[in-house]
Nanobody
Framework: QVQLVESGGGLVQAGDSLRLSCAAS????????TGWFRQAPGKEREFVAV????????YHANSVKGRFTISRDNAKNTVYLQMNSLKPEDTAVYYC?????????????????WGQGTQVTVSS
């Protein structure tokens, strides 16, 4: 069974940086993609970024492009989300998700495994 555990969230000020981690276990992930999603209060969950474990290809949502960077460490079975120049509108619960796929998946309903989420709060 795949398990995903997020960490690294917290309370920061606008302009600060945070790095989220998603530790994966229970499977060999070479044929998986892992995505980050976020859900702000009163809003639907939205796609943030995705990485292919096999080749390292990535894709980021326009709203975070240039500020956030997704990456993976195969040796540690961990995916990271480096978040720079944080804004109050980035405040949300951030979730990582995994799916067996060769292509980059941005649609949340296609993902099979989810972590419990980590809170990110950005004050102005």
């Amino acid at each position: 069974q795949v398990q995903l555990v997020e960490s690294g969230g917290g309370l920061v000020q606008a302009g600060d940086s945070l790095r989220l981690s998603c530790a994966a276990s229970g499977r060999t992930f070479s044929s998986y993609v892992t995505g980050w999603f976020r859900q702000a209060p009163g809003k639907e969950r939205e796609f943030v970024a995705v990485v292919n474990w096999n080749d390292g290809y990535t894709y980021h949502a326009n709203s975070v492009k240039g500020r956030f960077t997704i990456s993976r460490d195969n040796a540690k079975n961990t995916v990271y989300l480096q978040m720079n120049s944080l804004k109050p509108e980035d405040t949300a619960v951030y979730y990582c998700a995994a799916k067996a796929s060769r292509r980059l998946v941005t649609t949340q309903r296609e993902y099979d495994y989810w972590g419990q989420g980590t809170q990110v709060t950005v004050s102005s």
